[in-house]
């Protein structure tokens, strides 16, 4: 029965960064496909008239609203930056420095989440 | 057969993610960095009043449909389901991908229709 489940065997006996950024690699991709139908449905709201779209807009347009909105950044930064150095890994025969293509990777994605916290938060003044 | 349509995939899920991580980048800027928020249907309009942004973002929803349900497949065999489940998986993501992708595509229409 367990397994079946090769997560749990995996993370039990090989807990590793490379084998963490897997599975974040699965969750964030899980999220985001759920985002993509909420997305398409939210746009949708144009069908109902123009007001019913503004009105869905402007929902968003809040903290707990800017809150998702940073989390989704994130998801999407992560998915993107360790996506393209799998890619990197596979078309440039770069396997062996997969670990350190990673790191480059985490800098990147720290780099940009910090930047745009000034962009998802309104609130925060951004000559800090 | 089965072999090369595996490959073929395994291909389109790496263009299609070059596709979205280009794309991404450009929808981020243009709908958060550059327009002031709420984004409101005149803002969509402004841009969507273009061919070009609409054939983009059909692109983009396109390629995103394609990776988001293959990347779930994957996801699911990862697990080692029977053939029975795969079968079925196949069927449901086929119903999701093109429901996302007509409904998506109709979606943008009104926007064209608002200049």
Known sequence: MISKYLYLNEMSLNRSINLFSFLLMRLTGIALSVFLFLHIWTIGQIQKGNDSFNQAMSAYNNLFGWVLEYLLLLAVIYHMFNGLRLIAADFFNLTERQKGLLWIAIVIIALIASASLFVFFPIIPRNI | ?115
């Open chain 2, 1 to 115: 057969m089965k072999v090369s349509s595996q490959a073929f995939n395994w291909l389109m899920q790496r263009i299609t993610a070059l596709i979205i991580a280009a794309g991404l980048i450009v929808h981020f800027v243009v709908l958060h960095f550059l327009i002031e928020r709420p984004v409101t249907i005149h803002k969509v309009a402004e841009r969507l009043n273009s061919f070009g942004w609409v054939l983009f973002d059909s692109i983009l929803l396109l390629a995103v449909v394609y990776h988001a349900l293959y990347g779930c497949y994957n996801i699911v065999n990862d697990f080692r389901p029977s053939e029975r489940v795969k079968g079925f998986m196949v069927v449901l993501l086929w119903v999701l991908g093109l429901t996302a992708a007509i409904v998506g595509i109709a979606n943008l229409l009104p926007f064209t229709k608002q200049m």
